[in-house]
C-alpha cells in the first residue's frame, strides 16, 4: 500500500528572514559594546547574529580577549535592547513575508517562527508580519534550553505544530539556522536577505537558496508548499 504524502511544514527564523533587522540588531550591539567600552568591528558583528547568546558572548571574549563577567553580560543584554529598541520602529517586513505567510496559512500548510531573539526585541517586530504568538505558533530564545545552532527552537516549533520534524523546511538567512535545521534533521532553505552568500549557506547545509521570502513565494512549489 502506497502511503499517503506527509504534508510539508515550514519553520521560519525572523531576523533577516522575514523582516529586515539584520543591520539593527548588528549596530545595536555595537553601541552596546562600545558603551562598555569594548572595540570590535562592524563586520565581526554581523557574523555572529543569530547564533545563541551564549556562544555569541564566548565568540566576542575570543576575539576581544577580555573576560565578560555574568554582570557585564547583563549590561550589554539591557544595552542592547535600549538600542534595538530605538531602530526597531523602522524596521520592515522583508518582500513577500507578509504574503508568503498569508499565502501558507490560506492552504492550510503549517507554519512556525522560531527565532533566537527574545520577546523582548522580537515581540515588537512580530507586530509588523502581523503575527500574534497568541494565535499563531512562536518559539523565542525564552523558551527553549539552547539557541542556535542548536536544533532545540525549530524541535519545539514543530512539536507545537505537531508536525514531524523530519518532513519540515527551515527556512533562514544564516549558517546558524542551516546547522541547526540539520540538527534537527529538516530540510534548510536559505535566504540572501541577512548577508550571508549562497555558498556559505550550501555549505552549513541548505538544499535551496533564494533571494528573500518573495523569491521563495515564486518558487514554493519547489520545496513542498502545496496543499
Same mark, same amino acid.
Given at each position: 500500500?502506497?502511503?499517503?504524502?506527509?504534508?510539508?511544514?515550514?519553520?521560519?527564523?525572523?531576523?533577516?528572514?522575514?523582516?529586515?533587522?539584520?543591520?539593527?540588531?548588528?549596530?545595536?550591539?555595537?553601541?552596546?559594546?562600545?558603551e562598555?567600552?569594548?572595540?570590535i568591528?562592524?563586520?565581526?558583528l554581523?557574523?555572529k547574529?543569530?547564533? &545563541?547568546?551564549?556562544?555569541?558572548?564566548?565568540a566576542?571574549a575570543?576575539?576581544?580577549?577580555?573576560?565578560?563577567?555574568?554582570?557585564?553580560?547583563d549590561?550589554?543584554r539591557?544595552?542592547?535592547?535600549k538600542?534595538y529598541g530605538?531602530?526597531?520602529?523602522?524596521?520592515?517586513?522583508?518582500?513577500?513575508?507578509?504574503?508568503?505567510?498569508?499565502?501558507? &496559512?490560506?492552504?492550510?500548510?503549517?507554519?512556525?517562527?522560531?527565532? &533566537?531573539?527574545?520577546?523582548?526585541?522580537?515581540?515588537?517586530?512580530?507586530?509588523?508580519?502581523?503575527?500574534?504568538?497568541?494565535?499563531?505558533?512562536?518559539?523565542?530564545?525564552?523558551? !527553549?534550553?539552547?539557541?542556535?545552532?542548536?536544533?532545540?527552537l525549530?524541535?519545539?516549533?514543530?512539536?507545537?505544530?505537531?508536525?514531524d520534524?523530519?518532513?519540515?523546511?527551515?527556512?533562514g538567512?544564516?549558517?546558524?539556522?542551516?546547522?541547526?535545521?540539520?540538527?534537527?534533521?529538516?530540510?534548510?532553505?536559505?535566504?540572501? &536577505?541577512?548577508?550571508?552568500?549562497?555558498?556559505?549557506?550550501?555549505?552549513?547545509?541548505?538544499?535551496? !537558496?533564494?533571494?528573500?521570502?518573495?523569491?521563495?513565494?515564486?518558487?514554493?512549489?519547489e520545496?513542498?508548499?502545496?496543499?
Open positions: 500500500m502506497i502511503k499517503a504524502r506527509q504534508q510539508t511544514s515550514f519553520l521560519f527564523d525572523l531576523d533577516g528572514t522575514l523582516v529586515d533587522s539584520v543591520y539593527d540588531h548588528v549596530l545595536a550591539w555595537h553601541d552596546a559594546l562600545q562598555e567600552g569594548i572595540g568591528s562592524v563586520w565581526r554581523h557574523r547574529i543569530g547564533m &545563541s547568546g551564549g556562544l555569541f558572548t564566548k566576542l575570543r576575539e576581544t580577549g577580555r573576560e565578560f563577567s555574568p554582570e557585564l553580560l549590561r550589554l539591557q544595552l542592547h535592547i538600542y530605538q531602530r526597531s520602529p523602522r524596521t520592515r517586513a522583508l518582500p513577500g513575508a507578509r504574503e508568503l505567510l498569508a499565502y501558507l &496559512s490560506a492552504n492550510d500548510i503549517p507554519w512556525a517562527i522560531a527565532t &533566537s531573539g527574545r520577546i523582548e526585541t522580537a515581540g515588537p517586530v512580530l507586530k509588523i508580519l502581523g503575527v500574534d504568538p497568541e494565535k499563531h505558533v512562536v518559539i523565542t530564545r525564552d523558551l !527553549v534550553r539552547y539557541a542556535k545552532p542548536d536544533p532545540d525549530f524541535l519545539a516549533a514543530a512539536e507545537r505544530l505537531e508536525a520534524i523530519g518532513t519540515a523546511c527551515v527556512v538567512d544564516a549558517i546558524w539556522d542551516m546547522l541547526a535545521a540539520r540538527r534537527a534533521r529538516a530540510l534548510g532553505i536559505g535566504l540572501l &536577505s541577512g548577508g550571508y552568500g549562497t555558498e556559505e549557506l550550501e555549505r552549513a547545509g541548505a538544499y535551496r !537558496v533564494y533571494e528573500d521570502p518573495a523569491d521563495l513565494l515564486l518558487h514554493i512549489d520545496v513542498g508548499g502545496r496543499r
